[in-house]
């Protein structure tokens, strides 16, 4: 037990170090950011020097001491550039903001429609403003523009917009910009990300071509497209309680990397295999965009892989999760404050802390895969049941039905997305053989998509919990008391199970031997 415990207490302490960090990032307040960087330069300079002094010291005890206050040391510079860089970022115009009406920038993302078609938002990095009297000044930062919008924008296009700006409410924004026209294009975007916008619409319309029925599903788990139909889609899977299995996440990444990491290792070894997998799913992310739970499983993945190749070690997902966490607040100190980021993360990390012990209290009567598949559900669940209530004021509790229901066709779709991309394009370069069996597999997937809708059908039906936002404290409360009841539960039944092994075969509760009487 000691020897476990002295193993898991440096990846606690890196863990507990990396999440401190994020969080001082994101959450906080501008008006103790000076005071806190004062004191982060002074920590990393009396860190450094005392882990140089105990790294002189033979003991070996002093050395480790010292590593530990070396990280230390590092990562409170590293949250004094990123609270530098959150300044940087925050939105500076050179005009008063009330005169602005129009700006200059670069899309700093792909532009998404909402469900009418007509209307979208995007972000802007600005480089200049102009006011209604004709001036320009300076500006910088990034602010998020709502406006007319009928064709999609991708990331890296420079656009000028007329727009007015407004105080934003919520989600830590200070402003926003409310465009009174669709945005101007001003120029060409950089090479590569034209060439990425190019393949991008490339397989949207390869996906929309199959049919009816199974375009929008196509769309939304192979590209992450949530409009027009697949933004519908993405509405009646929310009602269902499944709406995470349409973000691109941890999930549809292991089904692309571990795809490829098989096929890879059937022609060669395991490390090329996974060095290919890793920069596929590189790729993908370029291909479909930044979001907070793709990019979270990407780092998680690249850096277990990395581990891997490097030291030949397998990595525990939890510290693997706390470093993603830390990186990735590092590389946008803005994005905690996006509701996806924060489910993704709560999520996650309530999974890999609660499912196994709720997997070992869940009915043994129930196959073990369920059970697996309901343990992740619930833990993930009750992670984010209080930040549910908060934002919506709405609960899934049958949302684990609707997993336990669609999943493993989400997995099966997924994989008939790809192989048709690859097959149809096999089909148009060959001859009439393989577009007959084209047409067969277009029919296919469409059969598929009539059963899959059928049973999302069925799933909105069944009944939501409707909360006041502000009982979200009580909530949170009660998932706490939940999840710990099962830790303790499970830990009393593993100790006593093991208490009762221990005792002499008089003394257990059942004796196998013969008994004469007293």
């Known amino acids: 037990m000691s020897r476990l415990s002295g193993r898991l207490a440096p990846e606690f302490l890196f863990s507990a170090i990396c999440v401190l960090a994020a969080g001082a990032i994101a959450w906080l307040p501008s008006e103790n950011r000076a005071v806190v960087e004062s004191l982060l330069l002074i920590t990393a300079l009396g860190s450094s020097s005392l882990a140089v002094t105990l790294s002189v010291f033979s003991n070996e005890s002093w050395r480790r001491y010292g590593a530990y206050l070396l990280w230390v040391a590092v990562f409170s510079l590293l949250v004094c550039l990123a609270l530098w860089r959150k300044e940087a970022m925050d939105p500076c115009f050179g005009l008063p903001v009330d005169t602005i009406r129009s700006a200059r920038g670069v899309l700093a993302s792909d532009s998404r429609r909402f469900e009418e078609g007509r209307r979208g938002v995007y972000r802007l990095e600005l480089e200049s403003v102009d006011d ?84 929008p599903l196509l769309l939304a788990l192979l590209l992450g ?26 999930m549809h990444l292991g089904i692309l990397a571990g795809g490829a990491y098989y096929l890879f290792g059937l022609l060669s070894s395991r490390k090329r295999a996974l060095t ?7 790729l993908y992310l370029y291909l479909v965009g930044v979001s907070a739970s793709l990019l979270r499983a990407v780092m998680m993945y690249g850096l277990a892989a990395l581990v891997y190749l490097f030291y030949g ?44 012990t709720l997997d070992e209290t869940l009915p043994f009567w129930i196959p073990p895969v369920p059970r697996k598949m309901c343990a992740a559900a619930l833990a993930a669940q009750l992670g984010t049941a209080a930040l549910m209530v908060r934002e919506f004021g709405t609960l899934y509790p049958w949302g684990i039905v609707a997993v336990l229901g669609l999943t493993g066709f989400v997995v099966l779709w997924m ?97 196998f031997g013969t008994w004469y009487g007293s």
């Open 132 to 215: 209604f009297y004709g001036n320009r000044g300076f500006a910088r930062g990034e602010i998020r523009v709502y406006g007319p919008l009928t064709e999609p924008l991708f990331r890296g296009t420079p656009v000028e917009i007329a727009l007015e700006l407004a105080p934003a409410r919520g989600n830590g924004e200070e402003v926003r910009g409310y465009a009174s026209d669709e945005p101007r294009i001003t120029g060409a975007a950089r090479r590569d990300l034209e060439r990425r916008g190019r393949v991008y619409r490339f397989l949207r319309r390869r996906l929309s071509s199959i049919g009816r029925e199974s375009p």
């Open 225 to 250: 497209y949530r409009e027009g139909a697949s933004a519908r889609l993405y509405e009646r899977f929310k009602q269902a309680g499944a709406a995470h299995m349409l973000a691109l996440s941890g």
């Open 276 to 282: 290919l997998s890793l920069l596929l799913s590189l």
């Open 313 to 356: 070690k397998k990595t525990r997902p939890l510290p693997l999760l706390c470093v993603s966490f830390f990186i990735q607040i590092f590389l946008d100190p803005t994005a905690a404050e996006a509701l996806g980021f924060r489910l993704s993360y709560l999520a996650l990390a309530s999974l890999l802390c609660f499912s196994k």
């Open 415 to 511: 994989w008939l997305g790809l192989v048709y991309i690859c097959f149809s394009l096999i089909a148009q370069a060959a001859g009439t053989l393989f577009l007959r069996l084209d047409q067969v597999l277009r029919v296919m997937m469409e059969e598929f998509a009539g059963i899959t809708l059928y049973i999302l059908r069925n799933m909105q039906s069944l009944p939501v919990w409707r909360l006041s936002p502000d009982a979200w404290p009580w909530v949170l409360l009660l998932s706490l008391l939940l999840l710990t009841l099962a830790k303790v539960y499970r830990y009393a039944q593993r100790y006593g199970q093991a208490g009762q092994h221990k005792l002499p075969e008089g003394d257990t509760s059942i004796s």
